[in-house]
């Protein structure tokens, strides 16, 4: 959740897209949020009923919240969050982007559907339900592909500041954290908040819209 309301001129809120992407979204995530699990969700459902194209991106709550005065256990929370992004972005290094979605669907799945707290448990399943090498559960301890994580992580946080959490999204270029949901939007009515997304996300001058969160996230 947001930590506080960076000044409008701290970071670019848009990206160049192509002309033709005229229904575009970039996802940035972190497998551990709730709530990037049940946005992405609801972007899978828009998938279904408006012709879009998204493209998913790792960022990291490690990284977000490296230096912070933090709970002590949300502070251990966030020394094991860096197994799962250090492990999908050493797979999509050497085996490509098409591998990112597939990791944070099953690793996503075991962590909030399935209630899976051992992140090796969740590593080892995911890369073997993607097909991809079992040694890349490694990785998850090393800190060699933390420069790229970093960097995805900067590409993403940049559009909105530092003062937020998971997930963001861009909307044809324009890019905000959230939408917060708690509840996974199904068919059409999926389709209605995408396009009320794209619409603010249109005028230039909108930056914010918020209260105060009464309930916690379920993903049935």
């Not at 809120?13 to 005229?22: D, G, K, L, Q, Y």
């Not at 999509?92 to 996503?108: A, I, N």
């Not at 909030?112 to 992140?119: A, L, V």
């Not at 396009?195 to 996230?217: G, M, Q």
Request: hydrophobic content about 40%; some cysteine.
């Amino acid at each position: 959740m947001p930590r506080g309301t960076p000044h409008p001129d701290d970071f670019p809120r848009r990206f160049a897209v192509s002309e033709n992407a005229a229904n575009k979204a970039d996802f940035w995530f972190d497998p551990l949020c709730p709530f990037a699990w049940i946005t992405s969700r609801w972007i899978g459902e828009v998938e279904d009923v408006r012709d879009i194209q998204t493209d998913w991106h790792v960022m990291s709550l490690s990284v977000l919240n490296e230096g912070r005065d933090l709970d002590p256990k949300y502070r251990e929370a966030m020394d094991k969050a860096w197994g799962p992004v250090r492990v999908i972005i050493a797979a999509q290094e050497q085996h490509g982007d098409h591998v990112v979605k597939p990791l944070y669907d099953s690793m996503g799945s075991q962590i909030h559907d399935g209630g899976e707290k051992d992140f090796s448990i969740v590593i080892s399943k995911a890369l073997a339900e993607c097909g991809l090498p079992a040694e890349l559960a490694a990785v998850a301890g090393s800190d060699e592909y933390d420069q790229q994580l970093r960097a995805s992580h900067e590409k993403g946080i940049s559009l909105v500041g530092q003062d937020v959490g998971t997930p963001v999204v861009a909307f044809n270029g324009t890019a905000f954290f959230g939408p917060v949901l708690t509840r996974i939007p199904r068919g059409e009515e999926a389709g209605k908040i995408w396009d009320a997304s794209v619409t603010l996300a249109a005028y230039p001058h909108f930056f914010e819209i918020k209260r105060s969160r009464t309930e916690s996230p379920a993903f049935d």
